[in-house]
């Protein structure tokens, strides 16, 4: 069983950063990827960033790409998400994510298996 906890969020003035952190319970296996996802009220959850639990190649979101940065410290069983340059579109509950067999389709919520409940993120002057 593989349990999530995101911290850091809170309010951030646009153009600011933020980092974020998802700290994991369990082993998400050697196959995993970890996502993270964000969501608004009324909207569906949609992909932000994904990484390989063992490093490699990551992914991102066209909306954040060059913006945020997706890294793991796997003796920590954590995973960040440091975003910087932040609009106030980034307003939402992002989620931590674990993908246990790191699906071709890395984007689709229904591919990953477990998540966290979400830290609050608002980007408003």
């Known amino acids: 069983q593989v349990q999530l906890v995101e911290s850091g969020g809170g309010l951030v003035q646009p153009g600011g950063s933020l980092r974020l952190s998802c700290t994991i319970s369990?082993?998400?296996?050697?196959?995993?990827?970890m996502g993270w996802f964000r969501q608004t009220p009324g909207k569906e959850r949609e992909f932000v960033a994904q990484?390989?639990?063992?490093?490699?190649?990551?992914r991102y979101a066209d909306s954040v790409r060059g913006r945020f940065t997706i890294s793991r410290d796997k003796a920590k069983n954590t995973v960040y998400l440091q975003m910087n340059s932040m609009q106030p579109v980034g307003t939402a509950l992002y989620y931590c994510?674990?993908?246990?067999?790191?699906?071709?389709?890395?984007?689709?919520?229904?591919?990953?298996?477990?998540w966290g409940q979400g830290t609050q993120v608002t980007v408003s002057a």
């Open positions: 369990g082993r998400p296996g050697n196959s995993a990827a």
């Open positions: 994510a674990v993908d246990t067999v790191r699906s071709v389709q890395y984007w689709r919520v229904d591919q990953y298996e477990y």
């Open positions: 990484i390989p639990w063992l490093g490699g190649s990551t």
